[in-house]
């Protein structure tokens, strides 16, 4: 991912984001008056509406500008990972005030970038990075993936239930590390033996689309662990995680899913094969940073932005379809763990925790 410096190829790096395509027109939700403050976003390569991270950090910069209508935002989609750097060097010849990087993909692209231009303000989601103008927000989402194991293991008919990432990098097994935890978590309270297939904490293997796009490879993947056994599956792969909720809904409810970072009753079209989403308050993190960076206020990059139970950084969402369907007995218990865990008498740990 790493090639030449970036000011030994400055008339390159010009070019190439020419080549890559400047955000089409109407990706600029603003005009250009000279005192408007730029907020410019690179998406990683899911692009803008995978109905996951990339789209919740475009509502958080659109939001923003909801609020003060002096903040102009645009966003270029990355289409490989080659392009990171280029469309990063892009928004820094355009001399945008604010470049937001999405993903935890994006952490060394910005890193170097963000070196060689020491005075340009950087965000990054799901990542941190030692750069201190790089501004990070990141999201300990195993303390809702595990509120959403729980679940899993209380809703499941079969006592077997699956998740799948779709790379093995810490912002995704994060998400399945407190899933499993959460599951064990039911087995202890409920002297019962649910499984979990698609990932094992111990040993921190499992099974990956190695893609966030495709939504054939989700469904690949998910129709492996329903052969195994698995009545509710957690994708965590972005837009290639719709192959999952998609066969789910057409399978009648043979098995359902929990999706992720955004409420899939809201971003996708299947909520009916959708109990709970593990919510990543991606939009309310940047709309602050924005808001504050364009309001003149020092970012502090240590600690940054950490998404919690407690602060509401991370969340389920509500039941929708299911809401009738989830026994009261276990609504009342996923509260009683959201308390526990914000209130820290329940503790919740993963290897890929933010640091």
């Given at each position: 991912?790493?090639?030449?410096?970036?000011?030994?190829?400055?008339?390159?790096?010009?070019?190439?984001?020419?080549?890559?395509?400047?955000?089409?027109?109407?990706?600029?939700?603003?005009?250009?008056?000279?005192?408007?403050?730029?907020?410019?976003?690179?998406?990683?390569?899911?692009?803008?509406?995978?109905?996951?991270?990339?789209?919740?950090?475009?509502?958080?910069?659109?939001?923003?500008?909801?609020?003060?209508?002096?903040?102009?935002?645009?966003?270029?989609?990355?289409?490989?990972?080659?392009?990171?750097?280029?469309?990063?060097?892009?928004?820094?010849?355009?001399?945008?005030?604010?470049?937001?990087?999405?993903?935890?993909?994006?952490?060394?692209?910005?890193?170097?970038?963000?070196?060689?231009?020491?005075?340009?303000?950087?965000?990054?989601?799901?990542?941190?990075?030692?750069?201190t103008n790089v501004y990070p927000m990141q999201f300990d989402t195993a303390?809702?993936?595990?509120?959403?194991?729980?679940?899993?293991?209380?809703?499941?008919?079969?006592?077997?239930?699956?998740?799948?990432?779709?790379?093995?990098?810490?912002?995704?097994?994060?998400?399945?590390?407190?899933?499993?935890?959460?599951?064990?978590?039911?087995?202890?309270?409920?002297?019962?033996?649910?499984?979990?297939?698609?990932?094992?904490?111990?040993?921190?293997?499992?099974?990956?689309?190695?893609d966030f796009v495709k939504q054939d490879e989700g469904k690949k993947v998910?129709?492996?662990?329903?052969?195994?056994?698995?009545?509710?599956?957690?994708?965590?792969?972005?837009?290639?995680?719709?192959?999952?909720?998609?066969?789910?809904?057409?399978?009648?409810?043979?098995?359902?899913?929990?999706?992720?970072?955004?409420?899939?009753?809201?971003?996708?079209?299947?909520?009916?094969?959708?109990?709970?989403?593990?919510?990543?308050?991606?939009?309310?993190?940047v709309k602050e940073a924005v808001l504050k960076a364009a309001g003149g206020?020092?970012?502090?990059?240590?600690?940054?932005?950490?998404?919690?139970?407690?602060?509401?950084?991370?969340?389920?969402?509500?039941?929708?379809?299911?809401?009738?369907?989830?026994?009261?007995?276990?609504?009342?218990?996923?509260?009683?763990?959201?308390?526990?865990?914000?209130?820290?008498?329940?503790?919740?740990?993963?290897?890929?925790?933010?640091?």
């Open positions: 991912m790493r090639i030449a410096s970036v000011v030994a190829t400055g008339g390159l790096v010009l070019g190439a984001a020419v080549a890559c395509g400047e955000a089409p027109e109407e990706n600029n939700s603003a005009g250009s008056g000279e005192t408007k403050y730029t907020a410019c976003m690179v998406t990683d390569v899911g692009g803008i509406d995978d109905k996951s991270f990339n789209a919740s950090a475009w509502k958080g910069l659109e939001d923003a500008k909801a609020e003060n209508d002096n903040i102009e935002v645009k966003y270029t989609a990355s289409k490989a990972e080659a392009d990171y750097e280029v469309n990063l060097t892009g928004y820094v010849n355009q001399k945008c005030d604010f470049i937001l990087a999405v993903g935890g993909l994006m952490g060394d692209a910005t890193s170097k970038i963000a070196k060689a231009n020491p005075n340009q303000q950087f965000g990054i989601v799901d990542a941190k990075v030692p750069e303390q809702a993936g595990f509120l959403a194991g729980y679940l899993a293991a209380g809703m499941s008919q079969s006592g077997t239930v699956g998740t799948y990432g779709g790379l093995k990098i810490p912002p995704v097994t994060i998400f399945m590390d407190g899933y499993a935890d959460g599951v064990a978590h039911y087995n202890t309270a409920k002297s019962k033996s649910v499984k979990v297939v698609g990932w094992n904490k111990e040993t921190q293997n499992g099974s990956f689309t190695n998910s129709d492996a662990l329903v052969a195994q056994g698995a009545d509710i599956i957690m994708p965590v792969a972005g837009g290639a995680g719709l192959g999952t909720t998609g066969a789910a809904q057409a399978s009648g409810g043979k098995y359902n899913t929990i999706w992720v970072d955004v409420d899939g009753c809201e971003s996708t079209p299947n909520c009916p094969a959708i109990i709970t989403t593990v919510v990543k308050n991606i939009p309310g993190a206020e020092q970012l502090e990059v240590n600690p940054g932005y950490l998404g919690t139970l407690a602060n509401e950084g991370v969340s389920i969402a509500p039941y929708h379809d299911f809401d009738s369907k989830v026994p009261a007995e276990l609504k009342s218990e996923v509260d009683k763990l959201k308390a526990d865990i914000s209130a820290g008498t329940v503790k919740v740990t993963s290897a890929a925790q933010p640091k």
